[in-house]
């Protein structure tokens, strides 16, 4: 079974499905694949009931602190949906302090696979869980924003945003 929330943050509306065990997906709702991974979470989980839980009032609290500058690690259980390797992939990204980035490259060697590059970009493409695992820190080998389910503009506001270049 599990709950929705809708969030206000400073780039949009977000998402948020929650099971028992945790966060499932937390998303922009004007994302183009949000359908698709709202089905995928469903499918693995369950529908979705009325009622709060107590996991979004958490998700939104710390979202409304990291925006504010206030917070640089979540501490939300996460309920992700997706294969081993994707996991570990997702767990590889929440290892990524706030305000640094690396390479899909340098994420690949990290994980034993330098050759996975490829395997491990779609594994970020498949993160249903937005910021609390975040893919937004990962940039192509040349430094360069690449791939962002929310897009490269949101992409670039959290990096500034961890970098103390930007406030709300």
């Known amino acids: 079974m599990l709950h929705a929330a809708t969030f206000a943050t400073p780039l949009g509306d977000m998402l948020a499905l929650a099971s028992a065990q945790g966060l499932c997906l ?4 004007d994302q183009a694949h949000l359908a698709r991974a709202q089905a995928q979470v469903q499918q693995a989980r369950g529908p979705v009931h009325s009622g709060g839980h107590g996991v979004l009032a958490q998700v939104e609290q710390q979202l409304h602190a990291y925006f504010a500058g206030q917070r640089r690690h979540f501490d939300v259980p996460l309920d992700g949906v997706g294969t081993a390797f994707q996991q570990r992939v997702w767990q590889a990204l929440q290892r990524i302090p706030w305000g640094q980035t690396c390479s899909y490259a340098q994420q690949a060697a990290h994980l034993g696979q330098p050759r996975a590059v490829r395997a491990v970009a779609q594994a970020h493409g498949q993160n249903k869980i937005a910021i609390l695992v975040p893919c937004h820190r990962v940039i192509g080998s040349q430094g360069q924003l690449t791939g962002y389910a929310g897009g ?3 992409k670039q506001y959290l990096l ?3 970098a103390g270049q930007t406030t709300v």
């Open 160 to 162: 500034a945003l961890e």
């Open 152 to 154: 490269l503009a949101r």
């Open 26 to 29: 937390l998303a922009f709702t």
